[in-house]
């Protein structure tokens, strides 16, 4: 039988919070070196952002920035950004070692395959965002170009909307490995999950309103992955559950 965490291993609210500004200190830090990294790539970072955009416009179309300073600070958004996509793997751990104290002992053996999933998996919505739904979702928009009305998109404007995007469906596709990891605990079941499917699937498409620009393009686009990725987590919990039972009889 596990094992729970004892009393003596129990921390006084003060040391958590001294806890929780080192993890955060980490989390920066590995931003900030990931920031550094990219910089120096920047206009080549820029261009890849672009790419599904630019492949959708019409021959001799460009980005524009109408103010003097918004090209500066848009490089330094999609180095933040990248910076951001390279400390995942750090700010995914960090966040998960400071959950590991509350955890039982066999809890705690799956976290580092957690952490390694997890990162991938927030790359894999990333990767989503950008390789099925910018393609999708630019051509919609720019399909409402006319000989008298010329989409001129900024430089500004593309990189909060692609930004926003690409962090909000790496955070989606967090979903099965949060609901999963949930189950392993015991906090929900395969029968809660079904009973309440209906109430899930209304609750992503209001997140996917809050996430995502207000258009319902997107806003099924990342909907619709959702309701797949909970169907997924379904299954995750199923076979939890039923690893902790033969564990239970063995």
């Known amino acids: 039988m596990a094992k729970a965490p004892s009393e003596e291993d129990k921390l006084p609210f003060t040391a958590h919070l001294e806890e929780l500004r080192n993890r955060l200190i980490v989390c920066f830090i590995a931003v900030g070196v990931g920031f550094a990294l990219s910089y120096g790539f920047k206009e080549r970072l820029f261009h890849i952002l672009t790419r599904p955009l630019i492949a959708v416009m019409q021959e001799g179309d460009k980005l524009v920035f109408t103010g003097l300073p918004e090209a500066f600070f848009s490089y330094l958004k999609v180095a933040f950004l990248s910076g951001i996509m390279l400390a995942a793997p750090v700010i995914i751990y960090e966040f998960w070692m400071f959950v590991a104290p509350g ?132 299954l995750g919990a199923r076979l939890f559950e039923r690893k902790k039972i033969d564990e239970d009889n063995a």
């Open 103 to 234: 955890l039982y002992h066999k809890e705690k053996r799956i976290l580092l395959p957690i952490v390694f999933l997890s990162s991938l998996f927030f790359v894999g919505g990333a990767l989503f965002g950008y390789f099925v739904v910018f393609p999708f979702g630019f051509q919609f928009f720019l399909s409402f170009a006319t000989e008298t009305i010329r989409p001129l998109p900024s430089m500004k404007e593309y990189l909060s909307f692609a930004s926003k995007l690409l962090l909000a469906f790496g955070l989606v596709f967090e979903l099965p490995l949060l609901l999963t990891f949930m189950s392993r605990l015991g906090l929900v079941s395969v029968a809660f999950l079904k009973k309440n499917r209906k109430y899930a699937f209304l609750l992503f498409f209001v997140m996917a309103a809050i996430l995502t620009p207000p258009d319902v393009v997107t806003q099924v686009m990342m909907g619709l992955p959702m309701i797949v990725l909970y169907e997924i987590s379904i």
